[in-house]
């Protein structure tokens, strides 16, 4: 006959509650599940935390924000056929450059579930930057030869 007792603890209220006591395996039992739905519980709490800190949202934001500095910078240069060309080209290498250096940034989580928000968080942060970089080109002061971008 195998020996039970209650322990003094919420497992043992439980058994309590329940009219019985349980074995001692039965408390480690239910000692392991109580830590495996803790461990969900974070999980999960981590998982909405994610989507709800959406990359791909600040990312579109971020976009916006570029375009449309980037259509001010285009206007400032619709005299200058060779300046928006040089606009046009280095745009086009920073967003290749931006691109590889977030593939490269999120490839520590290749192939995981992380390495898209990982992607889309750094094409954010860097978008961010570019756009504060354009801008600063809108702002340049008078006869400031380092400024592709004259003044209003």
Excluded: H
């Excluded at 520590?108 to 990982?118: K, L, R």
């Amino acid at each position: 006959m195998q020996k039970t007792f209650c322990l003094p603890c919420g497992m043992a209220r439980l058994a309590a509650r329940m009219g019985a006591c349980f074995p001692p395996v039965a408390f480690l039992l239910m000692d392991a599940t109580m830590r495996l739905m803790t461990a969900l519980a974070i999980t999960l709490s981590f998982t909405a935390t994610a989507v709800l800190a959406d990359p791909g949202s600040d990312l579109k934001k971020a976009d916006q924000a570029l375009n449309q500095t980037f259509k001010k910078i285009q206007k400032r240069l619709d005299d200058d056929a060779g300046g928006k060309a040089r606009l046009v080209k280095a745009q086009r290498a920073w967003i290749a450059f931006r691109d590889a250096e977030c593939t490269f940034q999120s490839s520590g989580d290749d192939g995981g579930s992380a390495a898209p928000m990982v992607a889309a968080g750094c094409r954010a942060d860097l978008t961010n930057d570019r756009t504060k970089q354009l801008k600063a080109y809108l702002n340049c002061q008078e006869g400031d030869l380092a400024c592709p971008v004259p003044s209003e």
